[in-house]
């Protein structure tokens, strides 16, 4: 129980210092205002330009480039007796509706699923994991489908393609949306690789809402090759500025065994938006592991994020 607590006086803490206005802060706001902009306005920029590159037919509206946007997020972890350890995640989405509305050109750090990736075992992206690609959302029959073809830059070039698609029937019982999706990337250093999962959302009130989320990933190039992964969500939005996630997650895979529960983990995910376009994030972690005879141990995450979009700039 102590164990238990100890994560959740850390998050009082934070919660604390977040909605103290400090000078320091407002100095950084105010005078980052420009730079914000500038960043902003550069990546608005670069979808026009590359746009034209493709059709140079006709000149568009630079209005129609707006929702471009960029994001820094710097993060600190620490595992229990361990030390802290530094990330960071960058995202940059740039508009080309020349081609369609429904293209993207992102680029961005490897995606990373939060079951899998572990704070004791992070996977850090200090060795500039990004990857480039273009991205096509569409809608077709009620079933959102989203196509992804790219490259992984890092000390070896690795092409890749990843297609998705899910579907969503609403109020199916009791106010139940109930999802299904699948994903295949195929790469050349990770091989194929196959992400199926179901989801059960019940919004419970004006605040609350309740999830279920269970996932089966599956790899072609790895002897540990399955992994199912169940979770329950419980989202509460405290208000427009503040907001907590209460999670029970389970890993069960192939690693030494066959599929067996090797981790169980509570966690807690809180985030204040200073502004609409700034945030922290704190993300304390109880969790049990198989090799330590399931002992708990904890783990934290702080995260401070920013978005570079219109509006978050006067």
């Given at each position: 129980?102590?164990?238990?607590l100890?994560p ?5 803490t ?15 706001i ?7 902009k ?11 330009n ?11 509206d630079i ?5 471009a ?16 350890s ?39 992206n ?8 273009l ?16 490259i992984?830059?890092h000390?070896?070039?690795?092409p890749f ?6 579907k ?9 949306d ?31 809402s309740l ?14 090759d ?5 979770s ?10 503040n907001?907590?996630?209460?999670s ?12 067996r529960?090797k ?33 708990p141990?904890?783990?934290?995450r ?13």
């Amino acid at each position: 129980m102590k164990k238990l607590l100890l994560p959740l006086l850390l998050i009082s803490t934070v919660n604390v210092s977040a909605n103290s206005e400090t000078s320091v802060l407002e100095s950084f706001i105010s005078n980052t205002n420009d730079y914000r902009k500038d960043i902003h306005n550069y990546l608005i920029d670069m979808s026009s330009n590359l746009d034209n590159y493709v059709d140079d037919s006709k000149k568009l509206d630079i209005k129609r480039y707006s929702s471009a946007y960029g994001l820094l997020e710097l993060s600190a972890f620490q595992n229990q007796h361990g030390n802290v350890s530094f990330d960071q995640k960058v995202k940059i989405r740039l508009k080309l509706p020349k081609l369609k509305d429904n293209f993207r050109l992102v680029f961005e750090s490897d995606e990373v699923d939060e079951n899998k990736d572990f704070i004791e075992n992070h996977n850090s992206n200090a060795n500039d994991d990004f990857n480039l690609g273009l991205s096509y959302d569409t809608l077709k029959k009620d079933v959102k489908l989203k196509a992804k073809v790219g490259i992984k830059l890092h000390n070896k070039l690795d092409p890749f393609i990843k297609l998705s698609a899910n579907k969503t029937w609403e109020n199916i019982y009791n106010d139940i949306d109930f999802t299904v999706g699948q994903n295949i990337k195929e790469s050349v250093v990770k091989k194929l690789e196959s992400t199926s999962f179901v989801s059960l959302d019940k919004q419970l009130n004006e605040y609350y809402s309740l999830h279920h989320y269970t996932e089966y990933y599956w790899q072609s190039g790895e002897k540990a090759d399955s992994e199912v992964i169940p979770s329950i969500y419980l989202n509460q939005e405290i208000n427009s500025k503040n907001y907590l996630t209460y999670s029970f997650t389970s890993n069960i895979n192939n690693i030494d065994s066959n599929l067996r529960i090797k981790r169980h983990s509570a966690k807690v995910n809180y985030r204040h938006f200073i502004k609409k376009w700034l945030y922290v994030d704190a993300v304390p972690e109880n969790y049990y592991r198989d090799e330590n005879n399931f002992k708990p141990r904890y783990a934290i995450r702080f995260n401070f994020g920013i978005y570079f979009n219109k509006g978050s700039y006067n």
